[in-house]
């Protein structure tokens, strides 16, 4: 993407007001797109995304500035813009680099794929969606794929690359009767080039998101109170995700910002949870080759038997705290500087029967798909919306409710937690802060809550 000798200058550059540290980042993406409804193309897109960023410290002072101009005069502007926020005398220049090369290149790139071949796998999720039910009455399709190319030096020695394609499909099925309408969504997606479309069957994603939507548009509302709530797995994680991961995050903890803030060593969850980060799983959503600093990723305990073990670091956040980096800093583009982040943040499996949560809950709610929500990292409180419920009397699922809400502190649900599934698996997402954004895995296996507020309009059933 640069010469060396150029991005040694432009380091250099950044560092002549009196920075301890200078950083340079690049960015060369190809973004494809295709948006789908009813069976009928609405737009196809293709746009390629270049620029750069220039990041000075000076202690746990930052100053960050970028353009989208990658010539060399643009550059050294660049680094003398950001410079200009960090006030002394020179104290060093850029040493001598270490150059690394972590790309992996896709086994089918998408600029060898035709258009068509994405239209056609929309074409094929939309047909098994409409092909579930005559209720259905509306399907939306989207496909992406992403060829991110990164290029990250410092004036420490670092000269990192790394490629991460990925890519994703979203279907949302609408189910329609009698003036009511609902709605099921699915989107899976991989760290990959489209071979993942040898893993993502679309016909199955289709008929998912129609189940959904035609099942609650036949579902009463979810009864209120406090009950027991078994959440399955996969996009269930959104919880650990949001309510919990997001304040040990050291863009939180560092400003202490978060419920979590000096509580490493001590017990803040179930004796049965252990929670992890992990990058470096082959061809996921989130997984990194390195981070957006230079580091690499690796598998992060964050909670282990109960016990809070670490918290996630870029570098801002470890100068600020005293401590080691994570391989967890992360950026949208060129246009953010980095933070420390999640890629792939789920609960790990633990030893019990899946069947037997439900059957020894009493009555309660059954949490089978996630939606969105929001959460206070500051408290921890939380509020998410159930996209697929059913009611469970006595041991037994009963039907299916919608309009459930599960109300809580990411804290205590944590304790309550009394039985973890064997089976893990992950859901794709895209997690907005503030360094904007990324794509990061939730996941869990099936768990149980021993009680939450569930929010509903509902009656007894």
């Known amino acids: 993407m640069i010469e060396?000798?150029?991005?040694?200058?432009?380091?250099?550059?950044?560092?002549?007001?009196?920075?301890?540290?200078s950083?340079?980042?690049?960015?060369?993406?190809?973004?494809n797109g295709v948006t789908m409804a009813n069976g009928v193309v609405e737009e196809a897109t293709y746009t390629r995304l270049r620029g750069a960023g220039v990041r000075v410290l000076k202690g746990t002072k930052c100053a960050y500035a970028y353009t989208a101009d990658t010539s060399e005069?643009?550059?050294?502007?660049?680094?003398?813009?950001?410079?200009?926020?960090i006030d002394g005398v020179a104290q060093g220049e850029t040493r001598s680099f270490r150059v690394r090369d972590y790309s992996v290149a896709p086994r089918t790139p998408f600029a060898s794929v035709a258009n068509d071949r994405r239209v056609e796998l929309l074409r094929e999720g939309t047909a098994a969606a409409k092909a579930y039910s005559d209720e259905v009455t509306q399907v939306m399709a989207k496909y992406i794929d992403v060829d991110h190319r990164i290029m990250v030096c410092n004036s420490e020695g670092v000269?990192?690359?790394?490629?991460r394609p990925r890519t994703r499909v979203m279907i949302q099925a609408v189910a329609t009767k009698d003036g009511e309408a609902q709605t099921g969504y699915e989107s899976p997606g991989l760290g990959m080039g489209f071979e993942a479309f040898e893993r993502i069957d679309?016909?199955?994603?289709?008929?998912q998101a129609a189940k959904t939507a035609v099942t609650m548009l036949h579902a009463p509302q979810c009864p209120a109170g406090v009950v027991p709530v078994v959440i399955d797995g996969g996009f269930g994680g959104v919880i650990l995700h949001e309510a919990c991961v997001h304040s040990l995050e050291a863009t939180s903890v560092a400003r202490g910002e978060s419920?979590?803030?000096?509580?490493?060593?001590?017990?803040?969850?179930?004796?049965?949870?252990?929670?992890?980060?992990d990058g470096t799983l082959p061809g996921e959503w989130g997984s990194i080759n390195v981070d957006d600093e230079g580091t690499l990723p690796q598998r992060?305990?964050?909670?282990?038997?109960?016990?809070?073990?670490?918290?996630?670091?870029?570098?801002?956040?470890a100068r600020r705290m005293a401590h080691p980096l994570t391989g967890s800093s992360r950026r949208q583009s060129y246009q953010y500087a980095p933070t420390s982040r999640m890629t792939n943040t789920f609960f790990a499996p633990g030893e019990h029967d899946e069947e037997e949560m439900i059957a020894t809950m009493g009555d309660g709610l059954f949490a089978a798909r996630m939606g969105g929500g929001s959460v206070n990292p500051l408290t921890g409180e939380f509020n998410f919306a159930v996209l697929e419920g059913y009611w469970v009397k006595d041991g037994k699922i009963y039907c299916p409710v919608r309009g459930a809400t599960l109300i809580g502190k990411g804290a205590e649900v944590l304790m309550k937690i009394d039985r973890i599934g064997r089976r893990m698996w992950l859901g794709q997402g895209m997690c907005g802060s503030a360094s904007g954004s990324i794509p990061t895995n939730v996941g869990q296996p099936r768990i149980r809550v021993q009680n939450i507020v569930v929010g509903g309009k509902g009656g007894a059933l």
């Open 23 to 31: 950083e340079l980042f690049m960015q060369d993406t190809d973004n």
């Open 202 to 207: 679309v016909r199955s994603v289709g008929e």
């Open 73 to 85: 005069d643009a550059l050294l502007a660049t680094a003398r813009a950001a410079a200009s926020a």
């Open 259 to 277: 419920e979590f803030c000096g509580k490493l060593g001590q017990k803040i969850a179930s004796d049965i949870v252990t929670a992890i980060d």
């Open 300 to 317: 992060n305990v964050l909670v282990e038997n109960g016990i809070l073990k670490s918290y996630l670091f870029d570098m801002l956040g």
């Open 4 to 21: 060396q000798r150029i991005a040694q200058r432009v380091l250099d550059e950044a560092l002549k007001t009196g920075g301890d540290f």
């Open 159 to 163: 000269w990192a690359q790394d490629r």
